[in-house]
């Protein structure tokens, strides 16, 4: 079998053109004898490779000159502790539960502050995005939590929290770089790479330079401190090398399609074939409220398990893989990042329309 269109939730697919060039480096990297590899991290070529892609990171998002970007390891796991670990002042901190992922960054910040839950959508099975207009947020809260992209559920936030005046956090982990994004409404965001980004193994965190400090209690590491890593420019230890290296050349992809704006464009024309296949089908629903449906992640289902099984059994031989959805919510579930051509995903419509001729009663 050649190349699938794979449409897991994460790690997903890359860009061909990355991978290809990937390929070409592999042994060579740019006249220097190795692979990125194999290179030292303190070496001149490496320096250049990291430096270029925080250059090309910052002017794809448009980060200001007050925010710092780190490339670090750990994942999202690791900032559901580091977060709190690093913010919290007053001892209180708000989060907005819309799925497992904010529920288990709320769980995990818990062992380092008070941990307010100012809305959820628990209530119908995460199938929506809370009202976030006019939050109950405690006065003293370091911040306010969301969960920008909920992975599993299929929702996503069109319209940021009236935090009222408190700091941002935001996990955009499979949302990240799929649409432009206003920086300064943030405290602080972040995202593991392995969904739209890069390989896994890396995490990139974006944060205001004042949220930066170093009056922290003394159990937090070394190694989980924001400031040891902006002090270090993210070399403070040994950086997850290759996988920057891979995220700088996703970079510069994104800027030859044209910027998060035509990202942006490109991700609403796939999921506009998408949903509108899905409300035409009478056999397969969505499981989200319309407005709050994710232009990253779609879960559907038949409603039946033994058809469901068959759909992603069938779909499979026909390259279209990695449909199988989360236990959560059952079914199926299309992810389709920003390396997911058009064409996947009207090659998957096509198949739903066949499956549906073959199945409906
Ligand atoms: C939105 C979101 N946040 C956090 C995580 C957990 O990330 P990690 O596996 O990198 O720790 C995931 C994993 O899929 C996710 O989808």
Redesign the pocket.
Known sequence: MGRVFNFS??PAMLPLEVLEQVQKELLDYHGSGMSVMEMSHRGKVFDGIIKEAEKDFRELVGVPDNYSVLFLQG???TQFAEVPMNLTKNGTAAYIITGN?AKNAAKEAERYTKVVRVASSEDQNYSYIPDCSDLDIPDDADYVYI?E???IYGTEYFELPNTKGHELVA?V??CFLSRPIDVNRYGLFYG?V??NVGPAGV?IVVVRNDLVRDDLPDYVPKMLRYQTQVEKNSLFNTPPAFGIYVCGLVFKWIKAQGGLAAMDQINREKAKIFYDALDESKLFQGTVRREDRSLMNAPFVTGDPDLDAAFVKEAEAEGLVSLKGHRSVGGMRASMYNAMPVEGIQKLVSFMQEFEAKHRV
Do not use: E, L, Y
Request: hydrophobic share 20%; with cysteine; aromatic share 12%.
């Open positions: 939730a994460g994942g999202g796991w992922w969960c992209n909920n992975t996990d982990s499979s593991g392995q969904k995490t």
